[in-house]
């Protein structure tokens, strides 16, 4: 069964250093999304991705996060200068085709660790 | 922009039903369930759709009330392995989906 699948599963970092996460979506999904969950919380949607470029952000993707669809396959999420409040599980996701009418496949999560 | 969901948690015991309630505050395109498992990702449980379809391939059912902006997802009979935590998700559009708080279930033997 196709899945979604993300490196690293587990990253810990200093404070101000840069992360990359990366995903590899489903391979005929055409939408891709990046959310956050911090532990033991609610899933927090930052970004949303279609067509190589993005097409709704939330109010927590600001100007330190940025992603990329570098080839036909990867799609990444860079976290320029991490926080502490960084630290949460990532989870990528794709969806097949245009409407909300399919389900969001997620990945297993990158747990993202910043002292 | 964000569903709101009840009840925070529940506690059942197996054989026992419940209700977990999704509300926006503004007019949804669809509400989707998903169920995650402690230190997993969330999987899909079912969409409702603006017009009334439903998809879903578990033996969990929901309604979805567009007038009202809610939906309701329904456990029935509970067994032991729908013990987890359960989030809504509503799409207002094609771009972006936001989950609600979610609401932890547990079912006891």
């Known amino acids: 069964e196709p899945e979604v699948t993300q490196t690293p599963s587990h990253q810990v970092t200093q404070m101000g250093q840069e992360v990359i996460l990366r995903c590899v979506p489903i391979?005929?999904?055409?939408?891709f999304y990046w959310y956050r969950q911090i532990l033991g919380q609610k899933v927090e949607f930052l970004v949303s991705?279609?067509?190589?470029?993005?097409?709704?952000k939330s109010e927590i993707f600001d100007d330190q996060f940025s992603v990329e669809r570098p080839d036909g396959s990867n799609f990444t999420l860079k976290i320029r200068s991490t926080k502490l409040e960084d630290s949460a599980m990532y989870f990528c996701?794709?969806?097949?085709?245009?409407?909300?009418?399919?389900?969001?496949?997620f990945g297993e999560g990158s747990r993202l660790t910043v002292l | 922009q964000q569903p709101v969901q009840s009840p925070q948690a529940v506690i059942l015991r197996e054989g026992e039903d419940a209700v977990i309630n999704c509300s926006s505050s503004?007019?949804?395109?669809?509400v989707h369930w998903y169920r995650q498992k402690h230190g997993e990702a969330p999987v899909f449980l079912m969409i409702?759709?603006?017009?009334?379809e439903q998809k879903g391939h578990e033996k969990i059912s929901a309604s979805f009330n567009e007038k009202k902006q809610q939906s309701s997802l329904y456990l029935t009979a509970s067994q032991l392995s729908y013990s987890g935590t359960y989030f809504c998700?509503?799409?207002?559009?094609?771009?972006?989906?936001?989950f609600g708080a979610g609401t932890r279930l547990t079912v006891k033997p």
């Open positions: 996701a794709s969806r097949r085709g245009q409407g909300f009418g399919g389900e969001l496949f």
């Open positions: 391979s005929n999904h055409l939408y």
């Open positions: 991705f279609y067509n190589n470029e993005i097409s709704e």
């Open positions: 503004k007019a949804l395109y669809s």
């Open positions: 409702l759709l603006k017009g009334g």
């Open positions: 998700g509503t799409a207002y559009n094609n771009n972006d989906m936001r």
